[in-house]
């Protein structure tokens, strides 16, 4: 049985909930203050209402691991977070994915960081390695059907801009994925999440719909989650007309008009080569070669695009060898 989107008439049965049995520490433990617990919880998938924890915001927790069967810990000493166990956290990440796991033991897997985990095979990182490459394949899937304008190169290009861990991050900190993850003390305590830990999330949580739900739940979730990503990056990584996509993003969002600069041209008469900035206002973006003025302007148009919306402009100011 696979999971399915909670609004799906065509599914039946209750929700899976879970049974949190505390388990008291010693009182003379946590006079250490070395503790990162107080409650320890056991999580499984029941129906009978569970039992609260004494101490829900500062508890640890386990749970079988889906492959090897062996108990994952759990670290969580936030006592200002509205979800502190682990059991709250899956509940409120299905919610996020719209998405009702059939297996919730996946998308513990998935939401679990090696430092939270009891061994790395316990941890997030093969399902990181699967969704990865489901990722890819969606996405690749989506462009190839999409943009028959586009050529290989360019779809490539776009492709690379959309799965980056900066749009993977990026992605996952809008639906609020950072705020379920499950990780060990010294992150806990840290609260500074790294970038490549969220989009590592990402893509685990991706995987683990994948292997509940299969690719259409994958796919359907994808389109919804990367729409702006995948505009944004057509926008600034392709070979369409730069020029004029940035003169309307820019008359829309700051009320302006682009201009452009010469900086530089090189070479002889038959072969030169010219290097053009955008100007928007005050600001002068990256500046971009080109065969000749028109080619240097698009390409200058495409930095700025793409500076405009926080990425990399795809175009190098260094003159070429």
């Not at 609004?7 to 250490?32: H, I, L, R, W």
């Not at 590592?200 to 989650?225: Q, T």
């Not at 070669?289 to 390409?299: C, I, M, P, S, T």
């Not at 926080?310 to 260094?318: D, E, F, K, N």
Request: aromatic share 6%; with cysteine.
């Amino acid at each position: 049985m696979s999971g399915s989107d909670p609004s799906d008439e065509s599914q039946s049965g209750d929700s899976p909930t879970f049974d949190v049995t505390p388990v008291n520490v010693p009182a003379t433990q946590m006079s250490t203050g070395n503790v990162d617990r107080v409650d320890e919880t056991h999580v499984t998938s029941t129906d009978p209402s569970p039992a609260a924890p004494t101490n829900r915001w500062e508890q640890t927790s386990s749970v079988p691991h889906y492959s090897d069967n062996q108990p994952i810990e759990i670290r969580d000493t936030d006592r200002e977070a509205p979800i502190a166990d682990a059991a709250a956290k899956i509940q409120q990440c299905q919610k996020i994915l719209d998405y009702q796991f059939a297996d919730p033991v996946l998308l513990h897997s998935a939401l679990t960081h090696a430092s939270g985990a009891s061994h790395r095979l316990a941890s997030n990182e093969r399902l990181e390695f699967l969704g990865d490459a489901v990722l890819g394949l969606v996405v690749c899937q989506w462009l190839f059907e999409d943009y028959p304008e586009y050529s290989e190169g360019d779809l490539t290009k776009i492709k690379s801009s959309v799965v980056s861990r900066r749009s993977c991050g990026k992605t996952a900190c809008r639906l609020g994925l950072d705020k379920c993850l499950i990780v060990g003390r010294g992150v806990t305590k840290n609260r500074s999440f790294p970038k490549s830990l969220v989009s590592d999330v990402f893509e685990a949580v991706i995987a683990a719909i994948f292997l509940d739900g299969g690719l259409d739940a994958v796919r359907s979730r994808l389109k919804n989650w990367l729409s702006d990503e995948v505009r944004i990056a057509v926008e600034t990584q392709g070979s369409g007309n730069h020029k004029s996509v940035l003169q309307q993003y820019v008359q829309k969002e700051l009320s302006a008009t682009p201009s452009y600069r010469l900086i530089d041209e090189m070479g002889p008469d038959h072969r030169k080569l010219f290097l053009i900035g955008a100007i928007i206002g005050d600001r002068e973006f990256t500046p971009a070669w080109g065969n000749n003025k028109k080619d240097a302007q698009q390409r200058a148009a495409a930095n700025a695009l793409a500076e405009l919306h926080q990425q990399s402009p795809p175009h190098s100011a260094v003159p070429p060898a």
